[in-house]
């Protein structure tokens, strides 16, 4: 049975006492993660970007690499609870958003919450899902909630989806729609870990082996407060320009950029300039989030083109298109 996270026992954290002392425990749990997933660094500080930024994250990637090790690391620096579904073509959506159950004591039905209800969510093989369940999650990535049996549920605050995707040649998987993979503010692929990194996961000194050692670096509504404070990052009118003319060359380039896409960038792009300590961001947190995040998203024109060509295809972008703030 599904606890009720309401049911749950709190978190013991340190409060944040003030907004000065957020950001250094953010870094100092960014830290600490690191030392976990070893070897990739870069993909943790993205991951921990999209949490910030209230976005979610799609790993593309083969099993045994570390995704569940990054997203169970994610939930303990969070210090929230923590839900594993593993994908299969029979899951269905009640199995996700959870059920309405008849009570008889009480005479009436008792909605009992499915494991979507809990701070970081793992979908493992998103795309074994059939297309019924995989719609079940678009209202929760977006809106926070779930409308089920015409009740509206709230999800915990914050919530945090991270899934993984089996390359599509694999059996047994279903694409997965635009509508989908718009809902991801950032797609990472870990890799396998370098050889230092790896003789470390397998003496136990990285890895797995080590999430026990992971406390949570804020309370919750420590993160909430770091949230609010990413949100507050200035973007001028400069590095708008710079940002809409890069989304107007990805569109006339046969590329789908939404409108989410472009707040999901820019939202990157604040939590990475507030992790450097900065109130504002510049044109290179933009290009040092553009691939991470349209990447997955594909081409209109080509749908054959892999995660590899597509992220060729940015990086020319941003090589052809200047930074200067005409043009």
């Known amino acids: 049975m599904i606890q009720d996270p309401a049911q749950a026992p709190p978190v013991v954290a340190p409060p944040a006492r003030s907004l000065e002392a957020v950001r250094p425990a953010v870094r100092a749990g960014l830290a600490a993660l690191q030392a976990v997933v070893v070897g990739k ?4 500080r993205r991951a921990f970007a999209a949490l910030l930024a209230g976005g979610h994250v799609l790993l593309e990637d083969l099993p045994g690499v570390g995704k569940t090790t990054l997203a ?3 939930s303990r620096i969070l210090g929230g609870s923590f839900q594993r579904v ?3 073509n029979d899951l269905l959506p009640s199995d996700l958003l959870g059920v309405h159950l008849w009570d008889a004591k009480d005479q009436a039905f008792r909605f009992q919450p499915g494991p979507i209800f809990c701070q970081v969510l793992l979908l493992d093989e998103l795309n074994r899902i059939g297309p019924k369940t995989q719609s079940a999650m678009l209202e929760a990535m977006v809106e926070g909630q779930v409308t089920l049996d015409r009740s509206t549920h709230r999800l915990p605050d914050p919530f945090f989806v991270i899934a993984t995707q089996n390359p599509m040649d694999h059996a047994g998987t279903f694409p997965l729609p635009e509508s989908q993979l718009d809902r991801f503010s950032c797609s990472l692929h870990l890799g396998y870990p370098n050889r230092e990194a790896e003789r470390r996961i397998l003496k136990g000194e990285a890895g797995s082996d080590r999430l026990d050692a992971l406390r949570p670096a804020l309370d919750l509504d420590g993160w909430r407060q770091a949230r609010a404070a990413v949100r507050t990052v200035r973007v001028s009118d400069a590095v708008m320009d710079y940002a809409e003319r890069m989304v107007d060359r990805i569109r006339t380039g046969g590329g789908f950029c939404s409108t989410r896409a472009v707040k999901h960038w820019l939202g990157l792009a604040q939590a990475e300039a507030w ?7 510049t044109p290179d947190d933009l290009q040092a989030t553009l ?3 349209m990447a997955h998203r594909g081409s ?15 990086a020319r972008l941003l090589k052809d298109l200047p930074v200067g703030w005409t043009g």
């Open 275 to 281: 992790l450097e300590g900065r109130d504002f961001i």
């Open 86 to 88: 593993q994908g299969t």
């Open 41 to 44: 660094d870069a993909q943790v």
């Open 72 to 74: 169970k690391g994610l």
């Open 300 to 314: 209109l024109d080509d749908r054959r083109l892999n995660r590899a060509e597509r992220r060729e295809q940015l």
């Open 291 to 293: 691939a991470d995040t």
